[in-house]
């Protein structure tokens, strides 16, 4: 089983993962957009999210 997870650099280092819990790209994709606005919020406009996915 597979699972994408996002992890959050902020001045070049990784601050937390993010795990959406549907694996659907339109249910991920309206998570990321939310977080994305919680992100620039609490850490600043320097934020990078980096794609990867996690094998089981």
């Not at 070049?12 to 339109?26: C, D, I, S």
């Not at 991920?28 to 919020?41: M, T």
């Not at 406009?45 to 980096?50: C, H």
Request: hydrophobic share 40%; proline share 2%.
């Amino acid at each position: 089983m597979t699972t994408i997870v996002y992890d959050v650099f902020v001045d070049g280092k990784v601050k937390e993962t993010l795990q959406p819990r549907e694996q659907r790209l339109q249910d991920i994709r309206l998570f990321i957009k939310s977080e994305a606005a919680r992100l620039i919020s609490l850490y600043g406009s320097n934020v990078y999210l980096n794609r990867r996915i996690v094998y089981k």
